[in-house]
């Protein structure tokens, strides 16, 4: 305390310092500790710490493929305490995965007990599973105990861990990767091993290689879950080049015939990361909503692989058509996005491509030879100094006796001894002279001096003579191998090609889980079929009520018959239909609405509301209902007396939300919806003013507020319809009879006038029908 005091035996008044900076120093420290030690994998062996720490501590707990499980509670707290002060169940979470078959191409622990399953289904605690390393993973390790990396001091400086493991593999693209840091991340998909050997070995053979013809060995992704890629080759060749891209997976399918011409489509691979039972849940919803009306029913028949069964609605939907609407509306297809973000030399963050990151890989790999030959060279250095004191020994084996029996320091007697000389073996101690310190004679080291002192006497025989002399050639000329391995840069890629074959044949076509599991095909898109085409044709009466509860009567029926309501409700629209006709709704928003007659519920009850089969607003009212017919024009206007000419077929909507068509303003409320039947308009107002023009007076548009078809000084729009002028306007009088006005030359005018007063007997309702 006393050291910060000033002269005056104060306290130093505290330094300033901005704000900015201090949050700026201490976020970049954030930050940077998650990119270098959380985030992103290091290129050289595709780990992150905690995985690497994992199996680090898996091999000191000496946990072998060929040997024992242990409980995993073990494992995850050894990796918690000396390597990874983190939470355990994170740590743990991240060892499960390394056990998944279905989320590793290539698992790195061998698990025993549940350990979660593609349905999304967690692992079970720790303390009910156990673990061990596969041969993957300790082909990840080979040659820790040969100086092949460096090592650090763990978090607390009692013990030393692994900065990277010497990977025998590129593990990064093997496996994959995925992760988020601060302001970056990385998503990699994992490959097949015997594919990324090949173009290792031809970046061996070719280093000025160039990417796309990497793409020759590389095709693409192969994930663990299999399925087909329907990405194009360049796209594929285009993101491995900038090491940015996606890639579009499909589901594996394949029509099941059924007895009577019936069949079903059974799904056996779906894709990577997808949870089989969220998919499912997917389905099942399109399938109540109808947004695929083709598809019936959803089962899953899965046992310890995959088999989703996909029932048809009928039998004469086309198996393509019916698939081609699930890959865009469910998980089925998915795109897979690729980011090569990674640590180069496990400092710098780079966006890589394919051949800088397999070429990072192969000069660690380079690395890895030679700082594992060098150690190779010490130790056989070592060896040879030893096997030199030995042989000494044996050559000199009566001198060597009477100076560990009769001196008092016999380790330095050896090394002072000039074992040049001749001796004779004393035969008592009172014959044992001391040597005299050699005058530039050849004595021993100590490393030879102890290795003497510690031999035992059976070693004492001529057989293990001539097998010192033996092994003392032996390492010699490894020695000598090794240094023009050292020396040589041929020597050295020449090795490491001779390592990565060794690697495809243990881990390729012939393993298990060697083959290729993701297959490559074209994307087909199946052309959109008309829903008439997929859908049987059947006669409907469709009726909505007032309330706007809808529902499909089978058959044609009596359009008069009295059927049942809610109580307070009753009939509106009614009509004769079919199957495979649609709906359009138009709203008193402005918004036509499309909806499929096949989805219509049946007759049997009430109905169901119309605003569960499409987006129609509470507040909104249902304006006109009625079928959908191609190239009809429509007449649709506002309470304020704006209107305009449409096509239907401008107003089908394709989304649930509808399609808006008359804009409105204020507090108008669209209220006319009609088809064109003839050359003239008729408006009739609220102030029950008439004024007929010719249709060509309105403007046909696709959207918009549309034209004034009336003058007002109050009220507004109460009815518009269209009509030959030369039959006449007919409406019905209040007695039900039907009237016709042939002479209209008193109501003729010009569009936006204010007309004239209605002919006598015109209905109150001041409407034409």
């Given at each position: 305390?006393?050291?910060?005091?000033?002269?005056?035996?104060?306290?130093?008044?505290?330094?300033?310092?901005?704000?900015?900076?201090?949050?700026?120093?201490?976020?970049?420290?954030?930050?940077?500790?998650?990119?270098?030690?959380?985030?992103?994998?290091?290129?050289?062996?595709?780990?992150?710490?905690?995985?690497?720490?994992?199996?680090?501590?898996?091999?000191?707990?000496?946990?072998?493929?060929?040997?024992?499980?242990?409980?995993?509670?073990?494992?995850?707290?050894?990796?918690?305490?000396?390597?990874?002060?983190?939470?355990?169940?994170?740590?743990?979470?991240?060892?499960a995965r390394l056990a998944q078959d279905f989320a590793v191409r290539y698992p790195l622990v061998d698990g025993q007990g549940n350990f979660g399953n593609i349905d999304g289904d967690n692992p079970a605690a720790s303390r009910y599973t156990e673990a061990r390393m596969t041969a993957v993973a300790e082909a990840m390790l080979e040659g820790l105990d040969e100086n092949a990396v460096d090592f650090r001091p763990n978090y607390d400086g009692t013990l030393t861990e692994p900065v990277v493991l010497p990977a025998r593999f590129p593990n990064l693209l093997a496996n994959g990767a995925s992760g988020i840091a601060v302001g970056m991340a990385t998503n990699i998909p994992p490959h097949n091993i015997v594919e990324l050997v090949d173009a290792c070995l031809h970046l061996i053979?070719?280093?000025?290689?160039?990417?796309?013809?990497?793409?020759?060995?590389?095709?693409?992704?192969?994930?663990?879950?299999?399925?087909?890629?329907?990405?194009?080759a360049e796209t594929i060749a285009q993101a491995y080049r900038t090491g940015r891209g996606s890639f579009r997976l499909r589901a594996q399918w394949e029509r099941e015939e059924l007895p009577r011409g019936q069949w079903q489509v059974v799904v056996t691979e779906i894709p990577y990361q997808v949870q089989k039972s969220k998919l499912i849940e997917k389905i099942a919803e399109l399938i109540q909503t109808k947004k695929v009306p083709v598809l019936a029913d959803v089962r899953d028949e899965s046992a310890d692989d995959i088999r989703l069964v996909l029932e048809p609605r009928s039998r004469n939907v086309d198996p393509d058509v019916m698939m081609g609407m699930l890959f865009r509306n469910s998980d089925l297809e998915v795109r897979f996005p690729l980011n090569m973000n990674v640590l180069i030399d496990g400092v710098t963050p780079r966006v890589c491509s394919l051949k800088q990151v397999l070429r990072a890989f192969l000069d660690f790999r380079r690395e890895v030879l030679i700082r594992r030959a060098r150690h190779r060279v010490e130790k056989i250095d070592h060896r040879l100094e030893v096997l030199e004191g030995l042989i000494v020994a044996f050559l000199n084996l009566d001198r060597v006796i009477d100076i560990i029996r009769y001196d008092d320091a016999p380790k330095a007697a050896l090394m002072r001894e000039d074992w040049g000389r001749d001796f004779t073996r004393a035969t008592s101690e009172d014959d044992y002279v001391s040597p005299p310190p050699a005058?530039?004679?050849?004595?021993?080291?100590?490393?030879?001096?102890?290795?003497?002192?510690?031999?035992?006497?059976?070693?004492?025989?001529?057989?293990?003579?001539?097998?010192?002399?033996?092994?003392r050639d032996d390492l010699?000329?490894?020695?000598?191998?090794?240094?023009?391995?050292?020396?040589?840069?041929?020597?050295?890629?020449?090795r490491v090609a001779e390592q990565l074959r060794e690697v495809r044949k243990t881990f390729g076509k012939d393993d298990p889980g060697g083959a290729r599991r993701t297959r490559f095909a074209e994307a087909v898109e199946a052309e959109d079929v008309p829903l008439e085409a997929m859908i049987d044709r059947e006669p409907i009466t469709v009726v909505c009520s007032r309330m706007g509860w809808i529902r499909a009567m089978t058959g044609h029926i009596d359009l008069n018959r009295q059927l049942k309501f809610k109580d307070g409700d009753g009939p509106r629209f009614m009509f004769h239909a079919e199957t495979t006709d649609r709906l359009l709704v138009f709203a008193s928003t402005g918004r036509f609405h499309t909806v499929p007659a096949a989805n219509l519920p049946g007759g049997r009850g009430m109905g169901e509301p119309l605003r569960l089969l499409t987006d129609l607003p509470n507040e909104a009212e249902i304006v006109e209902l009625f079928i959908h017919r191609p190239g009809r024009k429509l007449l649709v206007a506002s309470d304020a007396g704006d209107g305009f000419l449409v096509s239907e077929d401008e107003v089908v909507a394709q989304k649930r939300a509808g399609k808006q068509v008359l804009n409105l303003k204020g507090d108008a409320r669209a209220k006319i919806c009609k088809p064109v039947t003839g050359d003239h308009v008729a408006v009739v107002g609220e102030n029950r003013k008439v004024l007929v023009f010719p249709v060509d007076e309105l403007p046909e548009m696709a959207r918009g507020k549309g034209v004034r078809l009336q003058r007002y000084k109050d009220g507004g729009l109460s009815d518009v319809t269209t009509f030959d002028l030369a039959e006449g306007l007919s409406w019905k009088d209040p007695a039900g009879r039907t009237r016709t006005e042939t002479d209209l030359t008193e109501w003729l005018g010009k569009r936006a006038t204010a007309g004239r007063m209605a002919p006598r007997g015109f209905p109150r309702d001041n409407r034409f029908t």
């Open positions: 305390m006393t050291d910060l005091l000033d002269e005056n035996g104060d306290l130093p008044a505290p330094t300033a310092e901005p704000l900015r900076r201090a949050i700026g120093e201490r976020y970049l420290t954030y930050a940077l500790s998650t990119i270098m030690h959380r985030a992103l994998p290091d290129a050289r062996d595709g780990l992150k710490p905690v995985h690497r720490r994992i199996l680090y501590a898996m091999r000191e707990l000496r946990l072998a493929s060929t040997g024992g499980f242990r409980k995993s509670a073990k494992i995850s707290g050894d990796v918690m305490g000396n390597y990874h002060p983190h939470g355990d169940a994170a740590i743990y979470d991240a060892m053979k070719t280093p000025d290689a160039r990417d796309d013809t990497l793409l020759n060995h590389i095709p693409g992704p192969d994930f663990p879950t299999g399925g087909v890629i329907v990405e194009p005058e530039g004679g050849d004595g021993l080291s100590e490393v030879q001096a102890d290795a003497i002192l510690n031999m035992r006497l059976r070693s004492l025989r001529r057989l293990e003579e001539m097998a010192l002399i033996k092994e010699m000329a490894e020695r000598a191998n090794l240094e023009d391995l050292l020396d040589s840069e041929d020597l050295q890629w020449r």
